[in-house]
């Protein structure tokens, strides 16, 4: 179990912490280079992806394998990425996180099962997101809630930049450890 902090600044800023699990990390994204320490690993790295948060998603998963743990949730529209390999939906009713009263709807895909609770009321936003890997061994559930939302000038501001510690080691992108709440005995099914 992990939890963190976003501050997201539509269409090109991200400046991302989670603690945790397997991990503790910072992450921050200027536009032009996202930047990433391993606290706990004494390690960072710089890559340079220079355009939105949507294409850096993309870049970190297609190019360096890296998957950006509720990237689904970062994206400029989720409802356009998300709802094309949908098979299936259910309105499941209403139901209680962290106290906010939140409407629950149900998705499947060939891949995946997901799941959100969006708070009811004048501001909506997404209180839960679980998604189920139906092709990793146990169908391992993935859960981000998210309580403290805030938008506009309800944010604190931030420079979206991150100082490297001296005596932090340097990697190339490519050999950065995955940065996962799943162990790696976890495969997907049929992989050897």
Request: hydrophobic share 35%.
């Amino acid at each position: 179990m992990s939890s963190g902090t976003v501050t997201l600044n539509r269409r090109d800023k991200l400046h991302l912490t989670r603690t945790g699990g397997f991990a503790n990390v910072e992450m921050v994204f200027d536009g032009k280079t996202l930047t990433l320490l391993g606290k706990n690993t004494n390690l960072s790295t710089q890559v340079e992806a220079p355009g939105t948060i949507d294409q850096l998603v993309d870049v970190l998963r297609d190019k360096y394998h890296r998957p950006v743990p509720g990237a689904d949730m970062l994206i400029s529209d989720p409802y356009k990425e998300l709802m094309p390999e949908v098979n299936d939906v259910k309105d499941l009713g209403a139901g209680v996180i962290h106290g906010i009263e939140c409407d629950h709807l149900a998705f499947r895909t060939k891949e995946v099962d997901w799941q959100i609770w969006i708070a009811q009321g004048a501001r909506p936003y997404p209180c839960r997101y679980v998604i189920t890997s139906k092709k990793v061994t146990g169908y391992p559930q993935y859960t981000l809630d998210t309580w403290g939302w805030k938008t506009g000038a309800e944010v604190a501001s931030d420079s979206f930049k991150l100082e490297i510690p001296a005596g932090v080691k340097k990697l190339p992108p490519d050999e950065v450890p995955e940065l996962n709440d799943i162990p790696s005995l976890f495969t997907a099914k049929g992989a050897k």
